[in-house]
Structure formats: C-alpha cells, structure tokens
C-alpha cells in the first residue's frame, strides 16, 4: 500500500522515535482541552489552505502537513508565518492549541504511523536483486566448474605471456618470450624499444620473400580476472592498431562456444579504438582473456604496435584499467541480465518494488527470454549433456524441474512440477522449446518474481529467503537452504550465525557498499567539473581517484575487525595515491607498487573528519567555482543528522554576482536565506553547511576566503531546543554520533536498503531497540546489518495484515 | 490529397525545382507518387577467378551461346546479361585479393590497417560503402519499400574469421557486414519472434492459474498488487493473439535438423540459405540479399564433385595445366548450377500481389573477386546479370573495354531508382551508369 508522496523528501521520513510512545499516550488518553480547540481554529483559518486533515489542497498549499519538527517548533513556526495571509493574528496559545492539534492528528511521525499502520508488503524483486538472483541462479543450475566465483590469492594485474611469433589467433608454447604479470596492459613496443629487448621480442620485419611461410611477428596473450566496483555499464575500450581477441565475462575456450566479445582482426592506426559496453554487477570479478598479435609488417612502417586496456567505469572517465582492478586469477562467468527495467519506486527514500506496470510486465518477459536464449544457447553444458547421449531427455528434464525449484528458492511441489515442467516439456514441439518454455514460465512466476509470496514453503525456508536477500539481495545458497530444510533457522541464535556466515560473501559487501553509496548519495554525484581556470589540476584523474578513495575509505571501516561507525565520520584520514596526496597537501602515501592503488594517509591536524570532509563529496556539494554551504548544508541535514527537508517554498537561484564580490560565501548565503520563509529549514541547512567552509569548492582545506579568515562556527538548534555550536565537521560528527535522532535516520536507513521494508512494520519499537544495541556493540556496523538481517528473518509478525497496533501504554 | 500526382502538385502548386529534395521528403508526396513496381537485388559471390574461356560467350548481342560454365543458367538465357570488360580499377594498399573483394561492392580503396596480404602495402577495411548496402538504405529511406530488415547478408562456408578478403558488404568506411553462415542462425533471425511468440503463448495459462492461486492466498492489501499483475498479463495474451493474427504471406521453411556448418555440407548449406533467401523475400523480410559462397582465397574442398583439393590453391595452377583446369571448370559449373536453383525458385513464385514471378522483379548479380585466379587479374571481372525489374534489355552478351565497375553500381542504383551521380571512388564514374538499357 502506497503511501502519500510528500512524504518522499528526505531520507528520514516515517521516523519511529521516541516521540512514537508518546504519541500513543496522548491519542489513548483523554485529548487535552487545547487539541478540540485547536481543532475548530484550525477548520476555521487552516483547512482552506491545507486541507480538512492536513492533506493540501490543488493550487493552494499542496503538500500534506507531515514532518519531524518537535512541538514546540511547530508551535513558534505557526505563530510566527500563520495563516499566510495574515500572519502573526493568532494568539500565543491559539497557536498552540493549533499545533497541538496537527500534530497530534496528522502531522507527528506518530500520528502517521497511526494513520497509515505498517505491515510487511507484499514487493517484487527490486532491479538490483532481480539482476543479482538471475546471477545466482544461472550459476546454481550449471555443473560447478573448476574456477571459483571469486579467488584471493591472486596477484594484482593480469598474467602475461609474449611469443616471438604472430599467426593469427595462434599461440605457439615453443615460441614463448616471456612470461610475468603486468600490472596494466597499456604498451608501446617501439623499433629498437627497451621494451621489445626486454621481452625478447623479435623485429616486425617480413622476410624477404614475401609468400615465405617463415614466422615472423610477436603476439601476446594476457589472462586473469576484472573487478567491477559499481553495477553498471562498463565500456571497454581495447586501443591497439594491431589485431585482438578478447573475451570478458566469457571463457576463451572454444568448445563453450562463446564468441569472443571484442573480435578484431583488421585494424587501423587511423581509429584504434575497440570499444564494447558490458552490464557488470559491482563487487565481482569477471574473467577476461585478451589474444594480441603484431602481425608481419615491411620495415620502416609507421605503424608502432601498441595495446592499450582501457574502460569507462559507471561515474567514471576513460582510463587505463588499473592494476587494483585485475587479478591473476580465475573466475567464472557470471550472466549479467541486460533487459532494462523500469526504475524502482524510489518514493520513500529507497528502492522497493510494491507496484506492478507494463513496462514492468514487459521487462519481465523480455528478460526472460534473454535468460531463456542463454540457458538453450549452453543447454548441454548446463545439463551435464551432449547432443548424442541418449539419456539426453532425461537429463534435460531433470535440469528443467532443477531450474524450477532454483527460480522459486524451495522445491516444488507434484501439481508444480507438473504444470510448471512436465505438462510443457511434453506439449512443446521439441526437447529445446520445451526448456525454454520451463524457464519463461519459471520467470514469469509470481513465486520467482515476488519475495513475499506464500507459498508451500516451510518457515525456516521463508527464514532463508529473507535473510538471504536481505543480505546479498539474492536467494539463499546451498548451505543455507540445508539449514532451511534441517529445521536448523528456528532460533534468532540460529539464523544470526547464518547471517554472518553471509556477511562474509563477497555478494554482501556488494551490498551493503551499495548501501553507503545511497547514503553518500554517490549515484547522483556525476558533475564534479570546475572551473578550469581556478582550478586547472583537478583534472578527471583526480575526480576518478577521489572516488576509489572514498570507497576504499568506507569498504576499510565496514569490514575492519571493529566496524566502527563513529570513524565512518570522525577518522582523521583518508585514502590516497601519489596524485591526490600532491594536490590535497596530505603527507605521501607509503608503499604503494602501482598507481592504481591507495595508501592510508592521516591530515594534518584537525583537517579531516571522515565523510563528512571527503573531497569528493565535498567538491560534488559545491559550484564551479565556490563552496555550497546550502548544498553541503542539505546533505549533512537527510544523510548526517538525519532530518527531513520540504522542497524550497519559493525557488531562489544563487547567483554570485549578485553579490558583493568583498563578501564571503556565509555572508551570501546569509543573505540570500535570510527571510523567515526560507529560515523554515535554512535554520537547520546553513549552520551545517557552515560548518565545512573550511573546504574550497574541489575540497581542499583553507583557512581564508577572499583574502579573510575562515568563518565556519554557529550554532545549530536541535529539536530538543539545546543549542550546539559547530565550530567544524568535527563538532558534526560529534553530535551526530551522539545524536538519538541522527543514530535512528541512520539506522532506519540501513534497514531500508537491507529489507525494503519499514521498521514499523516489524514491532514500533524495532528502531529504538536497534540503536541501544548499536551503541552497546561500539557502534558496530556489522553487528547492526546482522542484526537487522535476523530481526527482518524472523519477524514477529507474519506477513499477514497485521498493524503496528500500539501496546497500550503502562498506566 | 491522396492521388495526385507528384509532378502535378508541384505544377499546381508553383514550385521551383530548388525545393524539390526537401518536398520529396514528405510522406504524403511520398504516398501519392505512383508505386513503382516491387524491385529486388541479389549479389550472389563465387572466388578465386573464372576460367575465361569456358566462361564468356565468344559473341555479341542478342545472338550468342553460354559456354560451358555457363550452361546450367540456359533456361535463363533471354533473361541474362553477361558483362564482360568490367575492371576493378581501385588501387592502393592490399593485395589483389584483398581489394578484389573489399573493392568489389564498394569500389573504394582500403583502409591503411594491419593486415599483410600475398604482396603490396597491409591495409584494413574498404573506406566505404557498399552498393547492395546503398540501395537497402535507399529502399528503407522510402515508406513504399521499406521492409524489416532492408538486407540479409547470407553466407555459404565463408569461415569464422574476419578480414578484407571474407567481407565485401559494408555499411559504411571501416563497417562490414558479416555475412550469416549458419542457416539456422538465419533462420532465428528470420522467425525466431514468432517461435518466442508461440513459446509465450503456451506458458499464459499456468501462469495465470498460479496468480489466481497465489491471489487467494495473501491478504486483501497485497491483493490488488497481484491483481493488477494479473490484469498485465491478460493484457499481454490480447497482444500476442492480435500479432499473431497478421500472419505471413508463406511458413518459415522447415530446414533439415543438425547440418553442421563444415566444408562437406557446402551442397545442402547452399539449398537451404537459398530457400531462406526466397522465402524472406516472399514474406517482405528484405528486398536486398548477398550470397556469398566462401570468401577471397577460399579453399573450399569439393569433394562432392569428386575434387579433394582446395579450390585457391587448384585456382593458381597455370593454363597449361589442363587438369586443373578442367577442375576448375566443374567447380564454377556447380556455382552455376546454384545460382540456377535460385533463379529456378524465384521463377517458380509468383510475385505477391503483381505481375508475373518473383524472377520478374528481381535482378540477380553474380560476380567474383578475381578476373582469373592464375593471374589474379582485376579486370574482366565476371559480372553475370540475370532477372529483371530493372529496366535493363536482357538477353544479351556485352562487351566492354576495362570500363570502371563503379559504372555497373551506378547503374544498378539508378535501376533501382535511386539516382546518385558518383558511386564509391569519385574519379572512376566520370563517364555515368553504365547504359544496360
């Protein structure tokens, strides 16, 4: 059930806080006389405006009064700005009589939770699972290989292998050079080059004869593994005037007829750009086989062989892969859908599925058979078959009701296989259509497409599903549907040790970086340009290096032995190469072989305070040319202390020049957001945003603007009236560690992206609880997305329509 | 308006001639101009040379004799052109196999690039378009010939590899078509929609007896999610029965199961190409088609005519051997025999909705990529015409003296109805289409 849209701005909305308990004495308890007086003022002077019961009205005020300002607050904002036509005309407690009453009605977080009571919904698979379980499950039906999903040791770089000889997409173990790892694959292999001499490769030179069958040429071969860090298109550019093969996310082995991915033979120096874009899911690795061969060419050609491995990474520019991309190792393949859906319904602040469309409908289809081709294309391969064997049949139906079982993550029961796998297999025109047409209704399937169904399925197999895709958004693993079917999910102990068992899964990390991503807000960060005349070095290199820098940074937390949140914002260092140290001021990072990777560097004193002064988010949370206290303001309000924000009642531009050029950017903004209309919330955005005028707009730390010292220091007023100075990013993060309100948003967050449902729905108190154990723990991120994954697996409440009825409070 | 004429609207109307390219562009103007009669383009390619002698007619005009090659198309032989003096006088980088193919269609030079051939300079792709691929964008510019696809690029044995001598359709500098080897693969792409509309029909059913189940399971709010699911699906099974219901003019041919794309196979492959290649054209898949049995320097082993060596090698034998040559004969007496199945087949079809066969309103062009293959000449490239729709008077043997083959492209395209002035390299179509009319 959908709920009214405005509550979709900002992360923090549908709050469950302490505010809830008492929101529930006073709705259970006789209303005091204020609330049916305000209730008569408010149909008199308010309702024209906003609506019977706070709703909005078309072409008046047309958002619903909803929010999470305390009651006091509310109460002054009303008395002040209140009705709009003639504010200030009601009386102090007029006001509060009035305040009371919205609040208490429709306005409160609580009185929304009452009014819009929480259940477990019923949700489709969101893209990113819909992607990562087909992954999974094309991987389960095949016959395990002998590459892991994922290896370790391997070594940065791919592994390189030259010949002393080129014959069109033949490598010839006689004829090796040299063998080793390279680190990139970015060459040129100049005449006379040290290069060609190291490696021992021969000259280009034809022999004189020119139908002389003698060899001549050099090749290469390079092997290994990529890793995408993001989902998403990857451009793949391989620049080279000589002749490749190249195989990604394929294996390079003929007899599984793939195709080579990027197959070119004739080049030219004139356009030696080969480019191919693939769908990756981030957090994974994926094979890639390159074949390079400098055929024979006549002496003095002005051709210079070279092979360049380039890619676009989503949010990314063109560049060398670097070496903390590739590994020396095996994967295999996974299949990556590449059927677009429509987006996910993003309107509470994060992705989940509960509508259906027909573009949806039609994504589902269209996915389907592209999961269909793939399945019919390797059929024999997958079914552990071969067009001759004459239990072929057998195996393939196997495989079918195999597939099947997969897709709906229990095993199916006889009217199922029945209609789902034999009834197609055995009115279908050929074995091949029969499969296909298994593995369309497979994907078609209400059980394959909804996480909530009910089904016949055990509670610990449910248990399963939910913990799995809270955790990896995908369908549980061999190990734990065994537990599942053992009876082993029973006890919170039970499914918690399962959990982290999960955690551990590379498919998690994905996750749960995805996770920090949306909180930073990373997706929607594209335009970190500027002004080229200000700022001429902070080039695309150092943008891409900023945001491997940011990743390395939160991935470190997470997955440190103490996963401590309170260094997420308060860590006095940061991740950098060579680059980023130079153009930050940041003392050299120490130990690093390749410049792809990072080091561990700590600021200077007092200049650093984890997220919340990282360059990359600071130079995206600024203009061309300035800091943006109102943009940097906005982000520390919704992701940091976790307040909601109503879009601008009234659109104001900022343009600089119609400023004083003598004034700083506080002043400006001062300025500019000055008008008791705009105070609204600029009360709570400009103090934090304030707080980083320490930072220019590429996020380097200064201490003077325009020739006049740093002023970053104001005060913030809380919603509990106490007021806090903030005199830098450090006294932020203080308080939003500290901070009940901003640890709940945080959490409520985390519990979004992990279950895609509301807290509520699993017991009013569910946030609150999740915090004190949070904060017993040390602020430990791991134990909290395990904790959450195990609350959500095990919900007190089934998924049948049950509310979050208030326990009637303790007389 | 709906029926007057072009020329009449813009008599009426008072247009310039200045305006005219952008009238034409109007889809009404379009629509109102008389339909030309359906027009069809065929390029069937065979490698390595002819045997001159054995291949040309000896006379001119109307009156003259196939000679044994040419024998299998003698049903045809008031329907054909034989055109001999046809030069591929493209120059530059590559050797003259290479150019010999990639210049074929395209009659530009190639790309400098990597690829070492025999001899001369290492080159890359042809640098521009070619002319089958130029008339299908000028049938799929047009409302009234617009078709599917535009183009099918088939291909018989032509190897898994890509280089200036297995290409000779290009959709631009540096874009070659790969011609489809695999009749299957053609055939999927040809049908494959409607195999996957009958595969989706078939799961509708059970897939809404598991909604409706899964419906009455869950509670009355996540209802409504799962009825409108179901309402999407009903949706769908309406718009596969209306899509089914425009059903094709002729059924997809049922191709022989399990024929592995390998060198013996070479006979039935063709068969079963050319019964595709028909068929889309029946169905209005495509108004344009290449054929293309291996590719440049192919060494096909035709063991079905009891011949073990590879063709390439047999090609470069010299006159004197008369083995080889006698050899050589049988081989391109089969190619022959294959162009003839063709034009048997469009013989036998009556064309959809007009006059007379298929034949009628399709121009066959058979050609190849070497005058001779001993000397590698590119000139005297054989160009053998057969069919009609084109307005050219069949039924003669021509001769000409090395005239630019660019001059045939022109002239093909302005058969076609599409009048451009130069065709690939400019310097080469000074002296204008060549007059087949």
Same mark, same amino acid.
């Not at chain 1, 659109?651 to 957001?673: G, I, N, P, Y």
């Not at chain 2, 019964?275 to 320097?297: G, H, I, P, W």
């Not at chain 2, 006159?319 to 162009?339: S, Y």
């Given at each position: 059930m959908t709920r009214p849209s405005p509550l979709s701005f900002g992360t923090a909305a549908a709050l469950v806080t302490m505010a809830a308990a008492a929101a529930v004495v006073s709705c259970t308890v006789a209303p005091p006389v204020t609330i049916a007086s305000g209730k008569q003022i408010y149909g008199q002077k308010c309702a024209d405006c906003h609506g019977a019961r706070g709703e909005g009205v078309d072409n008046k005020y047309q958002g619903a009064l909803v929010g999470d300002w305390s009651l006091p607050r509310l109460a002054r904002y009303i008395e002040k700005n209140m009705p709009d036509d003639h504010p200030g005309t009601l009386a102090p407690r007029e006001s509060e009589a009035v305040a009371a009453y919205v609040f208490e009605s429709f306005y409160s977080p609580a009185a929304q939770a009452r009014l819009n009571p929480a259940r477990i919904e019923l949700a489709h698979l969101t893209n990113r699972q819909y992607a990562v379980t087909i992954a999974d499950l094309i991987r389960a039906v095949a016959p395990p290989t002998a590459a892991e999903p994922m290896s370790s040791d391997a070594t940065h770089g791919l592994a390189a292998t030259y010949f002393s000889v080129a014959q069109r997409g033949r490598f010839d173990a006689a004829k090796i050079a040299h063998r080793g790892t390279d680190a990139a694959v970015d060459f040129v292999f100049p005449e006379n080059g040290e290069l060609r001499a190291r490696l021992a490769l021969p000259p280009l030179d034809r022999p004189a004869t020119p139908n002389s069958r003698e060899p001549a040429g050099f090749s290469a071969q390079w092997r290994g593994t990529v890793i995408a860090e993001e989902t998403g298109d990857h451009e793949f550019v391989i620049r080279t005037p000589n002749s490749i093969r190249v195989w990604i996310n394929a294996e390079p082995d003929p007899r599984s007829g793939n195709e080579p991915t990027l197959d070119v033979n004739v080049s030219t120096p004139m356009d030696p750009d080969h480019r191919v874009t693939l769908r990756l899911l981030g957090g994974r690795a994926y094979p890639i086989a390159i074949d390079w061969w400098a055929l024979p060419e006549k002496t003095g050609s002005p051709v210079v062989p070279a092979i360049s491995l380039r890619w676009k990474p989503p949010h990314g520019s063109e560049r060398p892969i670097p070496a903390r991309n590739l590994s020396s190792g095996k994967a295999a393949p996974t299949f990556v859908v590449a059927t677009r859906f429509p987006a996910d319904d993003s309107s509470q602040g994060y992705e989940r599925s509960i509508s259906v469309s027909k573009a949806w409908d039609e994504a589902t289809t269209n996915a389907a058979f592209e999961v269909a081709n793939h399945v019919i294309k390797h059929l024999d391969r997958l079914a552990g078959t071969r067009p001759e064997d004459p239990a072929r049949a057998q195996k393939l139906a196997a495989f079918a009701e195999n597939f099947v079982g997969a897709a709906f993550r229990r095993p199916l029961t006889p009217e199922e296989t029945q209609r789902n796998v034999t009834a197609l297999l055995r009115t279908a025109p050929d074995v091949e259509n029969g499969v296909r047409r298994v593995v369309l209704l497979a994907l078609k399937s209400p059980h394959f497409l909804y996480t909530e169904v009910p089904a016949h399925e055990s509670d610990t197999t449910r248990t399963a599903t939910r913990l799995a895709f809270s955790l990896w958004d995908s369908a549980p693993d061999v190990e734990l549907a065994r537990a599942a079917k053992e009876g082993r999910l029973r006890t919170p102990e039970e499914v918690a040790a399962q959990a982290s068992r999960l955690l551990a899964d590379p498919r998690a990390r994905a996750k749960v970086r995805e996770f920090f991503q949306h909180w930073l807000q990373l997706r929607y960060l594209e335009d970190l340009g500027k002004d080229a005349k200000l700022f001429p070095d902070f080039t695309p290199d150092i943008i891409d290096d900023l945001r491997a820098s940011l990743g390395a940074f939160v991935d470190v937390v997470v997955w440190s032995e103490h996963s401590d949140f309170r260094d997420l914002l308060r860590a006095d260092y940061l991740f950098a190469n060579d680059r980023l140290a130079t153009f930050y001021g940041l003392p050299a990072p120490a130990g690093l072989a390749t410049s792809g990777e990072f080091a561990r560097?700590?600021?200077?004193?007092?200049?650093?305070?984890?997220?919340?002064?990282? #360059?990359?988010?600071?130079?995206?949370?600024?203009?061309?040319?300035?800091?943006?206290?109102?943009?940097?303001? %906005?982000?520390?309000?919704?992701?940091?202390?976790?307040?909601?924000?109503?879009?601008?009642?009234?659109?104001?531009?900022?343009?600089?020049?119609?400023?004083?050029?003598?004034?700083?950017?506080?002043?400006?903004? %001062?300025?500019?957001?000055?008008?008791?209309?705009?105070?609204?919330?600029?009360?709570?955005?400009? #103090?934090?945003?304030? /707080?980083?005028?320490?930072?220019?707009? %590429?996020?380097?730390?200064?201490?003077?603007?325009?020739?006049?010292?740093?002023?970053?220091?104001?005060?913030?007023?809380?919603?509990?009236?106490?007021?806090?100075?903030?005199?830098?990013?450090?006294?932020?993060?203080?308080?939003?560690?500290?901070?009940?309100?901003?640890?709940?948003?945080?959490?409520?967050?985390?519990?979004?992206?992990? %279950?895609?449902?509301?807290?509520?729905?699993?017991?009013?108190?569910?946030?609150?609880?999740?915090?004190? /154990?949070?904060?017993?723990?040390?602020?430990?991120?791991?134990?909290?997305?395990?904790?959450?994954?195990?609350?959500?697996?095990?919900?007190?409440?089934?998924?049948a329509t049950v509310a979050a009825t208030p326990t009637p409070p303790h007389p | 308006m709906t029926t007057m004429h072009r020329r009449a609207f813009i008599r009426q109307t008072g247009f310039s001639a200045a305006i005219l390219p952008f009238i034409t562009g109007l889809p009404s103007l379009a629509l109102a101009a008389p339909a030309r009669p359906r027009q069809r383009l065929v390029v069937v390619f065979s490698p390595n040379g002819t045997i001159p002698p054995a291949f040309w007619p000896d006379e001119v005009g109307r009156d003259f004799q196939l000679k044994e090659i040419l024998s299998p198309l003698a049903p045809y032989r008031d329907r054909m052109l034989t055109l001999h003096g046809l030069s591929n006088k493209v120059r530059g980088d590559g050797d003259g196999h290479m150019r010999g193919m990639s210049c074929l269609l395209t009659g530009i030079e190639l790309l400098p690039g990597n690829i070492m051939g025999g001899s001369g300079v290492p080159a890359g792709w042809a640098s521009g378009i070619s002319i089958d691929q130029e008339i299908k964008n000028y049938f799929q510019s047009r409302e009234l010939t617009r078709t599917r696809f535009g183009s099918l690029e088939f291909g018989v044995g032509v190897?898994?590899?890509? !280089?200036?001598?297995?290409?000779?359709?290009?959709?631009?500098?540096?874009?070659?078509?790969?011609?489809?080897?695999?009749?299957?693969?053609?055939?999927?792409?040809?049908?494959?929609?409607?195999?996957?509309?009958?595969?989706?029909?078939?799961?509708?059913?059970?897939?809404?007896?598991?909604?409706?189940?899964?419906?009455?399971?869950?509670?009355?709010?996540?209802?409504?999610?799962?009825?409108?699911?179901?309402?999407?699906?009903?949706?769908?099974?309406?718009?596969?029965?209306?899509?089914?219901?425009?059903?094709?003019?002729?059924?997809?041919?049922?191709?022989?199961?399990?024929?592995? !794309?390998?060198?013996?196979?070479?006979?039935?492959?063709?068969?079963?190409?050319?019964?595709?290649?028909?068929?889309?054209?029946?169905?209005?898949?495509?108004?344009?088609?290449?054929?293309?049995?291996?590719?440049?320097?192919?060494?096909?082993?035709?063991?079905?005519?009891?011949?073990?060596?590879?063709?390439? =090698?047999?090609?470069?034998?010299?006159?004197?051997?008369?083995?080889?040559?006698?050899?050589?004969?049988?081989?391109?007496?089969?190619?022959?025999?294959?162009?003839?199945?063709?034009?048997?087949?469009?013989?036998?079809?009556?064309?959809?909705?007009?006059?007379?066969?298929?034949?009628?309103?399709?121009?066959?062009?058979?050609?190849?990529?070497?005058?001779? =293959?001993?000397?590698?000449?590119?000139?005297?490239?054989?160009?053998?015409?057969?069919?009609?729709? *084109?307005? *050219?008077?069949?039924?003669?043997?021509?001769? *000409?003296?090395?005239?630019?083959?660019?001059?045939?492209?022109?002239?093909?395209?302005?058969?076609? =109805?599409?009048?451009?002035?130069?065709?690939?390299?400019?310097?080469?179509?000074?002296?204008?289409?060549?007059?087949?009319?």
């Open positions: 560097v700590t600021a200077p004193a007092g200049q650093r305070s984890g997220v919340l002064t990282h #360059p990359y988010l600071l130079a995206a949370l600024s203009y061309k040319s300035t800091s943006s206290p109102i943009h940097r303001g %906005v982000f520390l309000t919704r992701s940091i202390v976790g307040r909601a924000l109503k879009p601008p009642p009234q659109a104001q531009t900022f343009d600089e020049t119609s400023f004083d050029h003598s004034m700083t950017m506080r002043e400006k903004v %001062v300025k500019l957001t000055r008008s008791e209309n705009c105070q609204g919330c600029h009360a709570v955005i400009n #103090p934090l945003g304030f /707080s980083l005028e320490w930072y220019d707009a %590429v996020g380097r730390y200064r201490t003077t603007e325009n020739g006049r010292p740093i002023d970053a220091a104001s005060d913030y007023t809380d919603d509990g009236q106490a007021s806090v100075r903030f005199a830098g990013p450090r006294d932020v993060a203080e308080f939003a560690i500290t901070n009940a309100h901003a640890n709940q948003a945080f959490i409520e967050q985390l519990f979004h992206h992990l %279950v895609k449902q509301t807290p509520r729905a699993y017991g009013t108190a569910t946030v609150t609880r999740l915090r004190d /154990s949070f904060i017993a723990s040390g602020y430990n991120l791991r134990k909290l997305i395990a904790e959450i994954a195990t609350l959500a697996a095990l919900p007190a409440v089934g998924t | 190897q898994d590899r890509a !280089d200036p001598w297995t290409r000779m359709s290009y959709a631009g500098s540096g874009q070659p078509v790969a011609p489809i080897s695999d009749p299957y693969q053609m055939h999927e792409k040809l049908y494959g929609q409607i195999k996957d509309r009958e595969n989706l029909r078939s799961v509708l059913d059970p897939l809404k007896a598991e909604l409706a189940k899964v419906r009455t399971m869950i509670s009355a709010e996540d209802r409504r999610v799962l009825e409108e699911h179901e309402s999407l699906v009903r949706q769908l099974e309406r718009e596969i029965t209306q899509s089914s219901s425009q059903t094709l003019r002729v059924t997809p041919p049922d191709l022989e199961r399990g024929i592995a !794309d390998q060198n013996d196979n070479v006979p039935r492959l063709s068969r079963m190409q050319i019964d595709l290649l028909v068929n889309s054209f029946v169905n209005e898949m495509a108004r344009v088609a290449t054929l293309q049995y291996t590719k440049s320097v192919g060494g096909a082993r035709m063991n079905w005519l009891d011949i073990t060596d590879g063709h390439h =090698g047999l090609s470069h034998e010299p006159d004197t051997d008369e083995a080889a040559r006698k050899k050589l004969i049988k081989i391109n007496t089969w190619f022959a025999g294959e162009v003839r199945y063709l034009a048997d087949k469009l013989a036998a079809t009556p064309e959809p909705g007009g006059d007379g066969s298929m034949l009628d309103h399709t121009m066959i062009v058979w050609t190849n990529e070497l005058g001779k =293959g001993n000397s590698h000449t590119l000139d005297n490239i054989p160009f053998v015409l057969l069919g009609g729709g *084109f307005g *050219f008077d069949m039924g003669r043997a021509l001769k *000409f003296d090395k005239v630019p083959h660019n001059r045939l492209h022109l002239a093909l395209a302005h058969g076609a =109805g599409h009048r451009i002035e130069t065709f690939g390299k400019r310097d080469l179509c000074t002296a204008g289409p060549l007059a087949l009319a």
